[in-house]
């Protein structure tokens, strides 16, 4: 069992950056591949991006890629999303996962997910 704690969104305007962190417990987190999903207003969760449990490989939704970036710090428990040059339609609540998996299968589907934390960008 992992437990994920999001944090880091807020309100930015069109342009702009924010950097999103998720926290994990316990000491298997590198047993974990992590990802990053997102619920638009009125939407369905849709997938963001995902990284291996080594952090050498990622992948990425097509609406993110070039603005986005995945990373990992394992001796922290921590996943970040740099998000860059963000949009309106960036406007949702993040999710992170985490998924028992020896590679970076897609689709990524995780078995933990945190609370989720409010990313609204404004025109």
């Known amino acids: 069992q992992v437990q994920l704690v999001e944090s880091g969104g807020g309100l930015v305007q069109a342009g702009g950056s924010l950097r999103l962190s998720c926290a994990a417990s316990?000491?298997?987190?590198?047993?974990?591949?992590m990802g990053w999903f997102r619920q638009p207003p009125g939407k369905e969760r849709e997938f963001v991006a995902a990284?291996?449990?080594?952090?050498?490989?990622?992948l990425y939704a097509d609406s993110v890629k070039g603005r986005f970036t995945i990373s990992r710090d394992n001796a922290k428990n921590t996943v970040y999303l740099q998000m860059n040059s963000l949009k309106p339609e960036d406007t949702a609540v993040y999710y992170c996962?985490?998924?028992?998996?020896?590679?970076?299968?897609?689709?990524?589907?995780?078995?933990?997910w945190g609370q989720g934390t409010q990313v609204t960008v404004s025109s």
């Open positions: 996962g985490a998924a028992v998996s020896t590679g970076l299968p897609y689709p990524f589907s995780p078995g933990f």
């Open positions: 316990g000491r298997t987190f590198s047993s974990y591949a």
């Open positions: 990284i291996s449990r080594s952090g050498g490989s990622t």
